[in-house]
T-cell receptor, first 111, second 121 residues
Framework: GQQVMQIPQYQHVQEGEDFTTYCNSSTTLSNIQWYKQRPGGHPVFLIQLVKSGEVKKQKRLTFQFGEAKKNSSLHITATQTTDVGTYFCAGSTSGTYKYIFGTGTRLKVLA | GAGVSQSPSNKVTEKGKDVELRCDPISGHTALYWYRQSLGQGLEFLIYFQGNSAPDKSGLPSDRFSAERTGGSVSTLTIQRTQQEDSAVYLC???????????????????FGQGTRLTVV
């Protein structure tokens, strides 16, 4: 079945450093979403990518969808303590709205 | 309502008992999802509904798990004869999805509830 892996599993950075998490799907995706889950909270939607090679930016966050629509990345520039949490990608394949979540990357930012 | 509501927020049950978890989605949202999240782990897909029908039940771990949705709104997830490995946070999400035949031009973001923390002792 469809699997979505993320690396790294954990990342500790100093405040001000950059951070990147990578998402890889075993199957071609029709679209991919990114969510952030703060400690003790529930996932909150960040963005959705649909087109091959698409790049979207939200302030310090840059999201990219691979040309083959099987991988994606989230890059945070100059991390802040408010960026702490677990970042999940979630992908669905054509013909379904079933979203499989990635394994997540837990980010800790040291002040 | 303003957001996705789940009840109860916490449930402690004895092994072997049945439990029912409830999800009230955002009004008008056609899609409803159930996920399970163990401590420090990712989200495990259980089932999703499009209206009252469930196109994909492949994530239900065993036949002890069942879910239904009535009136295109409230959903209940039932776990029969609970086991200790069922302990987790059960998350519900809803989404306003266009019909499958229409191009995906709008965000299909899922709005999550706060979850039900189930502990089987």
């Amino acid at each position: 079945g469809q699997q979505v892996m993320q690396i790294p599993q954990y990342q500790h950075v100093q405040e001000g450093e950059d951070f990147t998490t990578y998402c890889n799907s075993s199957t071609t995706l029709s679209n991919i979403q990114w969510y952030k889950q703060r400690p003790g909270g529930h996932p909150v939607f960040l963005i959705q990518l649909v087109k091959s090679g698409e790049v979207k930016k939200q302030k310090r966050l840059t999201f990219q969808f691979g040309e083959a629509k099987k991988n994606s990345s989230l890059h945070i520039t100059a991390t802040q303590t408010t960026d702490v949490g677990t970042y999940f990608c979630a992908g669905s394949t054509s013909g379904t709205y079933k979203y499989i979540f990635g394994t997540g990357t837990r980010l800790k930012v040291l002040a | 309502g303003a957001g996705v509501s789940q009840s109860p927020s916490n449930k402690v049950t004895e092994k072997g008992k049945d439990v029912e978890l409830r999800c009230d989605p955002i009004s008008g949202h056609t899609a409803l999802y159930w996920y399970r999240q163990s401590l420090g782990q990712g989200l495990e897909f259980l089932i999703y509904f499009q209206g009252n029908s469930a196109p994909d039940k492949s994530g239900l771990p065993s036949d002890r798990f069942s879910a239904e949705r009535t009136g295109g709104s409230v959903s209940t997830l039932t776990i029969q004869r609970t086991q200790q490995e069922d302990s987790a946070v059960y998350l519900c999400a809803s989404s306003a999805l266009p019909p499958m035949r229409q191009p995906l031009v709008l965000n299909t973001e899922a709005f999550f509830g706060q979850g039900t923390r189930l502990t089987v002792v």
